[in-house]
């Protein structure tokens, strides 16, 4: 037996050589928050942005180049982003960037590559080998905690009846320095809780990383802040966030009122000194825990979201050994009870076998009225018919000819008619050109201004080709970017762009474990992930996006003496500043709502004389008409809407309301999107108004650089946060609910 070394020794030594000349290698890479539970989960969530740290280290030689990061979407091709690294010689260094996994059993390839490209480096971490800790489903409420409180921990919190352990994942962070520097690093992040009593430890916190908090914050995100020795760090670095001030400092030998806030059986806290309290004053918020004299937990809203500020230090004594932390937190976080996994639900969202609502506007999305999509009984015919055309259609003919060598002729003959025949017949059901659906969410806090813009849009190629992906903000509504946000004059706000996939286990779902095409290249996220860069499409296919940005609202909808009687009645006038119609329009205030009909430029009503309904009932209406005919979910209570019209008007505002239906209602879940639902500004004596924009866009899709000329089919849906104060209107209305110009 002969053996040939040469080729063995020769990849070798080219393999010694490439690893010898490199200037830095790749030593490891965490993905998530914090260290993974004792189940070996990651602190992550699939589908959404993630933070990542990559492990690099140089030898005698600094390095300069691009580090990348790659893994795959929900429809198993590669996306890849990457971000520069300078690093001297000798030097070990933790590079954080950011990553979105489509699989639950996620794969990363980290690259580093030179400044001439030529990669340098390239390590892959599988999940399935334990080299990362898999990600969350959607379903998931992810905490991620600074610091270590009493009582908030996964252990502690799943032995509550109701709170099953794979419903819930605790991350806690040792420093605020670990935290993300971009508000998208906290996509998947359900609540975020600061809390330690170092003072230099917050004092440490960079300023990118406080305003990516702010931002995420501004976006719709709860922040509970754990402020007690160290209240003076945390007014300086969150002031303008918090919802109260603090004007002196109080000691207490007694926390009876904490006590009452967590039940009347709630083990008693023992103090065995006297506890020093701040002292809340100017409260904007509501009071959680405490009373007028002694605030010890204030919640109010920020924008878009939520911050609640706790006067206590929760990681220290006597907390630490508490047994009723666990549900203070509980309550304080307002944690909802899981129900059981109910496996005998029936209707259209169980037979579509629809789990989340994202994945109803996914189907959605995908409905095109210039595509003609043959029925699956026809295809099945069709084949049937082409069968019988090849096989015993060409038998008989070429034996009723008494030619049988023939067949060699007519059998191609049969094949080419059908394949053309085919190819031509699905180009004129398909059409030849790119059409798009294109749906816009434009958030509004007419508090402050803050206005945070949701698309999502599904893109349908006539071609096999590759296109660059892009979305700028319409300045009809927006006009500027938010603090510390990427802005462009001549463009406002610079939206976030990725893909957009489905949460179940199916096709293009992410609730698969793992895949990878075989027949399409990867593509790559722009700087910051502000567009997508070569993604590829086959003929007649679909591919769904999303982007998200935040900036400062030009006027929309102004309420003048909004006020309230009672719990849910509310009077005042509401005026439309906008310069296109508002239609369909209504605004939930407590349990109500009120249905204003069309608001025209410049038009107002007065919503107590309106007709109004109970909200639960309302949205459980609403979702009722989006399972019954997802083609047309404006049907019944929009009747402004044609069955034309791309209009998913039910589907959105059941997804902006989902929280408010109880779980023995049987519709799916709003896990993907949660953030779209804000009911929880409802409880911060907020009225919520809603309306689909008639004519104009509130953002702008381009392809290569330049909006699509023709197939694009928009619909545009707006949401105002109003402020209302309690008590009687200052001047009485004699005039009816009719508008006035």
């Known amino acids: 037996m002969r053996t040939f070394l040469g080729p063995s020794v020769f990849v070798a030594v080219c393999s010694w050589a490439s690893v010898a000349g490199a200037q830095a290698q790749?030593?490891?890479?965490?993905?998530?928050?914090?260290?993974?539970?004792?189940?070996?989960?990651?602190?992550?969530?699939?589908?959404?942005?993630?933070?990542?740290?990559?492990?690099?280290?140089?030898?005698?030689?600094?390095?300069?180049?691009?580090?990348?990061?790659?893994?795959?979407?929900?429809?198993?091709?590669?996306?890849?982003?990457?971000r520069p690294?300078?690093?001297?010689?000798?030097?070990?260094?933790?590079?954080?960037?950011?990553v979105k996994p489509g699989k639950s059993q996620p794969r990363f390839q980290v690259r580093l590559r030179d400044a001439n490209g030529r990669v340098v480096d390239s390590e892959s971490f599988e999940s399935t080998a334990g080299q990362v800790w898999p990600g969350a489903p959607q379903s998931v409420t992810l905490i991620v905690t600074v610091g270590r409180p009493a009582g908030l921990d996964v252990n502690d919190l799943t032995k509550r009846p109701g709170y099953p352990r794979e419903h819930f994942r605790i991350a806690h962070v040792e420093s605020a320095r670990e935290l993300p520097d971009r508000w998208y690093g906290f996509d998947a992040v359900n609540y975020l809780v600061l809390c330690t009593a170092d003072a230099a430890e917050l004092e440490s916190l960079d300023e990118p990383i406080r305003a990516a908090i702010e931002t995420w914050v501004q976006q719709g995100g709860h922040l509970i802040v754990s402020a007690g020795s160290a209240w003076p760090v945390v007014t300086k670095l969150f002031g303008p966030m918090l919802p109260a001030d603090v004007d002196r400092v109080e000691t207490t030998r007694q926390l009876n009122d904490l006590e009452?806030?967590?039940?009347?059986?709630?083990?008693?806290?023992?103090?065995?000194?006297?506890?020093?309290?701040?002292?809340?004053?100017?409260?904007?918020?509501?009071?959680?825990?405490?009373?007028?004299?002694l605030p010890l937990a204030v919640q109010g809203p920020h924008g878009l979201g939520t911050v609640t500020v706790v006067g206590l230090d929760f990681d220290r004594e006597p907390f630490q050994g508490w047994s009723g932390a666990t549900d203070l937190w509980i309550k304080l976080l307002a944690l909802p009870k899981r129900p059981p996994a109910d496996t005998s639900r029936a209707g259209a969202w169980s037979q579509r076998a629809i789990t989340d609502l994202s994945s109803q506007l996914h189907l959605d999305l995908e409905e095109f009225d210039d595509v003609t999509v043959v029925p699956f009984q026809y295809v099945v015919g069709l084949v049937f018919l082409y069968i019988l055309l090849i096989g015993p259609a060409d038998f008989w003919l070429v034996r009723r000819l008494k030619r049988m060598e023939w067949t060699w002729i007519t059998f191609p003959i049969i094949v080419a008619a059908a394949s053309m025949l085919?190819?031509?017949?699905?180009?004129?059901?398909?059409?030849?050109?790119?059409?798009?659906?294109?749906?816009?969410?434009?958030?509004?806090?007419?508090?402050?201004?803050?206005?945070r813009g949701t698309s999502w849009f599904t893109l349908f190629s006539s071609e096999t080709r590759s296109y660059a992906v892009e979305v700028r903000p319409d300045p009809h509504l927006t006009a500027s970017g938010a603090a510390g946000e990427t802005t462009d004059s001549a463009r406002g706000p610079r939206p976030i762009v990725s893909w957009l996939g489905v949460s179940e286990d199916a096709i293009g779902g992410m609730g698969r474990r793992g895949g990878r095409s075989l027949s399409l290249r990867g593509y790559r996220f722009g700087p910051d992930a502000e567009s997508l860069v070569d993604v590829p499409l086959p003929v007649w296919s679909t591919k769904s996006f999303t982007a998200r940005w935040i900036g400062t609202a030009r006027p929309t909808v102004v309420g003048k003496n909004l006020r309230s009687v009672g719990t849910d009645r509310l009077l005042g006038d509401l005026t439309n500043k906008t310069d296109l119609e508002l239609r369909d329009c209504m605004v939930a205030f407590g349990g109500r709502v009120y249905r204003l009909g069309t608001m025209p430029i410049n038009g107002s009503v007065t919503p107590n004389f309106t007709p109004n309904e109970d909200l639960r009932g309302h949205i459980a209406r609403r979702a009722a008409a989006a399972e019954a005919d997802r083609d047309n979910a404006s049907s019944g209570d929009d009747a402004g809407a044609t069955a034309a019209e791309f209009m998913p008007y039910n589907l959105l505002v059941t997804m902006m309301f989902r929280s408010r239906l109880t779980h023995e209602i049987q519709i799916p879940a709003n896990d993907y999107f949660d953030e779209i639902d804000l009911c929880g500004q409802l409880d911060h004596h907020r009225a919520i108004f809603v309306a689909r924009v008639g004519g104009g866009s509130a953002s702008q899709l381009l392809l290569d650089g330049a909006p699509p000329e023709r197939g694009v089919s928009s619909a545009v849906f707006l949401r105002v946060l109003l402020p209302v104060e309690s008590g009687p209107v200052t001047d009485d209305r004699s005039e009816t609910g009719s508008f006035r110009e």
């Open 260 to 293: 009452s806030y967590v039940g009347q059986n709630a083990p008693r806290l023992q103090l065995k000194s006297p506890v020093t309290v701040p002292h809340f004053t100017n409260l904007r918020g509501r009071l959680m825990a405490g009373v007028r004299d």
């Open 85 to 98: 690294v300078t690093l001297g010689a000798d030097r070990s260094a933790s590079l954080p960037i950011f």
């Open 422 to 451: 085919g190819y031509f017949t699905a180009r004129a059901l398909k059409t030849d050109s790119v059409h798009v659906n294109h749906v816009d969410l434009i958030d509004v806090d007419a508090q402050t201004g803050t206005l």
């Open 26 to 82: 790749i030593d490891g890479l965490r993905v998530g928050f914090g260290n993974a539970a004792s189940e070996k989960l990651g602190n992550y969530k699939i589908g959404n942005w993630a933070p990542a740290v990559v492990q690099v280290r140089t030898d005698k030689e600094p390095f300069e180049g691009r580090l990348e990061i790659s893994t795959f979407d929900s429809d198993d091709v590669e996306a890849t982003l990457d």
